[in-house]
């Protein structure tokens, strides 16, 4: 207390040190807790100014081992009031209990919780309209990261199986990709791959690959299974569903690290990663959207890849030809067959033809008469 502070035990009064402003000097009081609010005493020179409660603010919130506070008010801007004394520090907060830290502290703590709650919203109401941060991300990749990636994870995905490479086979999907590309709206364009596996199996990975199986194209019964399959998996490209599903599960800094063949490791590993990460049932379901958009803008029916979901519906129910083809796993992550068959049953008609002529069909199924010995990779 400074010399000639009067002393008081009474806690509702208080030695105070009164500031105008930042340029004026300070004034000796006294401070007063009253019913009506907080009383400030400068002397008989200066009329008695009254802070209401409810206008007060504390520089820092009241604890309950507070010895002094700084106030300020609504009533007076610009002005402050230092008051001295832990009873009084005390007293104050049974009058005005929203300067209390404990207050102070649920404060912040409802503010936090309701930027939670708009946070949560906004990001609710952009998945609601289409709309994904972490694939907006992933576009604004550059392209020959995203290639870099997906040349990795083919070569570790397809590991051990030689590329197949007839000429005329080659020409017959080449054909195919480009007829089903002409749907694709920003004219992106895809590198599609057959492999002398004999999994019934197909997947895309990032940078618009795609590779299929030689299983694949042997249990199909037409081309335009084959073309609605193919759909599917340029649709995933199109949604950028695996480079999104990687920066989603390993975090936007690792999968950059990936893409760049980081020390960690990480580009070695990329294609397991990818197998492992799989797709949600509703990017399945928007891949499966885009397909049927593809196969209308080419013209071809989506029939054919409403039939192959039929058969797979059996094969499924059927547990030695689960088995003998390898748990179907192209199917393993998709929503359920009989549910994809319906989708495409409700298609309504329109002009089409079939996804490649029979002798283009039977060059596609020889695609594998004709093998390419893998090259040195420098990703591995």
């Known amino acids: 207390m400074p010399p000639g502070a009067p002393a008081n035990s009474d806690p509702n009064d208080s030695y105070c040190r009164f500031t105008a402003g930042r340029s004026a000097g300070s004034v000796d009081g006294r ?19 009254v802070w209401h409660y409810a206008t007060l603010k504390a520089l820092e919130p009241v604890r309950a081992n507070a010895i002094d506070v700084l106030l300020s008010s609504a009533d007076e801007p610009g002005a402050t009031l230092f008051v001295q004394g832990r009873a009084f520090a005390a007293a104050l907060r049974d009058y005005a209990p929203h300067l209390s830290f404990r207050a102070e502290r649920w404060r912040r703590l409802r503010i936090g919780i309701l930027l939670l709650v708009i946070a949560a919203g906004i990001l609710l109401g952009s998945y609601g309209l289409g709309w994904s941060p972490v694939k907006s991300i992933a576009g604004m990749l550059p392209e020959s990261w995203r290639h870099r990636l997906g040349d990795a994870a083919r070569e570790q995905m397809t590991e051990g199986h030689k590329q197949c490479g007839a000429s005329a086979g080659t020409e017959a999907l080449a054909n195919l990709v480009h007829r089903l590309s002409k749907g694709v709206a920003d004219g992106r364009s895809f590198d599609v791959r057959v492999y002398d596996w004999p999994l019934m199996n197909a997947f895309a990975v990032p940078g618009g690959q795609i590779v ?27 949604e950028m569903h695996p480079e999104t599903s990687i920066i989603r599960n390993i975090g936007l800094a690792a999968a950059v690290e990936v893409m760049l063949g980081g020390s960690g490791g990480g580009l070695a590993n990329v294609g397991l990663m990818l197998a492992q990460l799989g797709y949600s049932r509703s990017a399945e379901r928007e891949a499966d959207r885009r397909a049927l958009e593809l196969l209308k803008s080419a013209g071809i029916a989506p029939r054919g890849l409403g039939e192959f979901f039929t058969r797979v519906m059996k094969m499924e129910a059927d547990d030695s030809l689960t088995n003998s083809v390898g748990s179907l796993s192209w199917l393993r992550t998709h929503p359920p067959a009989a549910e994809r068959a319906e989708l495409v049953s409700r298609q309504a008609d329109y002009p089409s ?5 029979a002798q283009s069909w039977r060059e596609l199924r020889s695609i594998c008469d004709v093998t390419i010995e893998p090259a040195k990779s420098d990703n591995s």
């Open 212 to 238: 299929l199986t030689k299983g694949l194209l042997e249990k199909a019964q037409s081309p335009d299974e084959v073309a609605g399959v193919l759909a599917h998996e340029m649709g995933h490209g199109i």
């Open 353 to 357: 033809s079939p996804a490649l002529d």
């Open 31 to 49: 401070a007063s807790l009253r019913l009506h609010g907080l009383e400030i005493d400068l002397g008989p020179t200066q009329p008695r100014r």
